[in-house]
């Protein structure tokens, strides 16, 4: 069956740009839709933006103006782009696949731990 | 943004027991609501979509229900594993949000 793996620097400074990527596998990317959530530590979940495979995009309007999610086909991946992070940033990222006619997240990576800290 | 509420923030239960939560949106979501459920140190799993579809493989003493601003997800006999976080999301204009979580532990 599908799954995801999230991958990418643990640790990233202040005012830098947070980049992971999620790696799709037993499965295709295409026809379907892939997500971003965050959830900082001890808190509840953070939808930040999903990406078709064809590249369209959403984003949470409260991020939009620092998120960047972006898809390549060839790889089977799809990737976050996160810039000016702060401490508040600091959280367990999960990519996410949509269910196919119903847009929900049916299939989730692990997770990982990506702190902010100088 | 539509935000939604769950209460109660926390249920504290006994096997056996039936539990019921509860997820208010703060404008109708129509029946874009879904329920999921959420373990320490694991990702969310999806239970109900669509406010009373069970997703695939959930056991059938999880069902849900509501339209519009309120529903509710029900546990109809906890069983050890069922007690965890539980998050309601919409995706009403192709925006998603969560709720804050009710946690249900045990009594």
């Known amino acids: 069956q599908v799954q995801l793996q999230e991958s990418g620097p643990g640790l990233v400074k202040p005012s830098e740009t947070l980049s992971l990527t999620c790696t799709v596998s037993?499965?295709?990317?295409?026809?379907?839709?892939w997500s971003w959530i965050r959830q900082p530590p001890g808190k509840g979940l953070e939808w930040i933006g999903y990406?078709?495979?064809?590249?369209?995009?959403n984003y949470n309007p409260s991020l939009k103006s620092r998120v960047t999610i972006s898809v390549d086909t060839s790889k089977n991946q799809f990737s976050l782009k996160l810039s000016s992070v702060t401490a508040a940033d600091t959280a367990v990222y999960y990519c996410?696949?949509?269910?196919?006619?119903?847009?929900?997240?049916?299939?989730w990576g692990k997770g990982t731990t990506v702190t902010v800290s100088s | 943004e539509i935000v939604l509420t769950q209460s109660p923030a926390t249920l504290s239960l006994s096997p056996g027991e039936r539990a019921t939560l509860s997820c208010r949106a703060s404008q109708s979501v129509s029946s874009y609501l879904a329920w999921y459920q959420q373990k320490p140190g694991q990702a969310p799993r999806l239970l109900i979509y669509d406010a009373s579809n069970r997703a695939t493989g959930i056991p059938a003493r999880f069902s849900g229900s509501g339209s519009g601003t309120d529903f509710t997800l029900t546990i109809s006999s906890l069983e050890p594993e069922d007690f965890a976080v539980y998050y309601c999301?919409?995706?009403?204009?192709?925006?998603?949000?969560f709720g804050p979580g009710t946690k249900v532990d045990i009594k």
């Open positions: 999301q919409q995706r009403s204009n192709w925006l998603f949000t």
């Open positions: 990406i078709y495979y064809s590249g369209s995009t």
């Open positions: 037993g499965g295709s990317i295409s026809s379907y839709y």
């Open positions: 996410a696949r949509l269910l196919r006619k119903y847009y929900y997240m049916d299939v």
